[in-house]
């Protein structure tokens, strides 16, 4: 996706190896790091890279009716998973975590930008933004990569989308609005396992809002992205 993955390979530290693009396929990505950082299409049950190819999946039915025939996750155990996608922190982020790692993602629909009219990747305007959501989610990373649980990239992280969000608040640009709905939907929609702490937990639970990413899917720019920490 050609939104979010300026953002990460700016913010990225140098011994982060990125897949993107047609290099972004199940078969040519290594899940052997300690911290996997994913970007794309999901679904409660599913993490979905290039050309919407399943890379974690596990079987079951979501409220949305969507299904998972089969489970296809790859051993994991012991790993740091941060996957920006759609609600994949309801099943798959779950299933996750019961089989030994820690987990950072969502349990609704993610925004990655806000525009009137058309946006272009990587660059800010009074009518579009395409940086704040990333910039504020890629945080739980940064600090999964520092060496912090999940629950503390969680706080991270939501710290982050709070800057961003007291950021747009201020600003006057005709985009503004929506930059702070749609920063604020992604906020409540932060789920890590284990739990975040008691200050966040409390929270109250986001509803639905439009994201980018069916907007990507229906142009047919559909790409994937995991960064994924070099074992030292």
């Known amino acids: 996706m050609d939104v979010p993955s300026c953002v990460v390979r700016e913010l990225a530290p140098p011994d982060v190896e990125i897949y993107y693009g047609d290099a972004a396929t199940p078969g040519n990505i290594s899940l052997d790091a300690p911290v996997i950082y994913g970007v794309g299409h999901g679904e409660c049950c599913v993490y ?3 050309d919407l190819l399943p890379l974690m999946e596990v079987a079951g039915t979501c409220s949305d009716g969507y299904a998972c025939a089969s489970t ?24 996750l975590y019961e089989m030994g790692n820690e987990f950072l993602g969502y349990d609704n629909e993610v925004a990655l930008a806000a525009f009137l009219n058309s946006y272009e990747p990587c660059v800010d305007t ?17 600090a999964l990569l520092g060496g912090a649980s ?19 608040e201020a600003s006057s640009d005709p985009i503004a609005p929506a930059v702070v709905r749609l920063l604020k939907a992604n906020q409540l929609s932060l789920v890590s396992y284990p739990g975040p702490s008691p200050a966040y937990a409390a929270a109250p639970a986001a509803g639905p809002q439009p994201g980018l990413l069916a907007a990507l899917a229906a142009a047919g720019a559909v790409a994937g992205l995991v960064a994924a920490s070099l074992a030292a």
């Open 126 to 142: 009074p009518t579009s933004n395409t940086t704040a959501f990333t910039r504020a989610d890629y945080a739980g990373t940064q």
């Open 72 to 95: 296809s996750l790859p051993q994991l155990r012991g790993r740091k998973v941060h996957l920006l996608s759609c609600y994949a922190a309801l099943e798959l982020g779950r299933r």
């Open 48 to 50: 979905t890279v290039q």
């Open 150 to 168: 999940a629950p503390e990239a969680y706080d991270a992280a939501y710290e982050a989308y709070e800057e961003e969000i007291r950021k747009y």
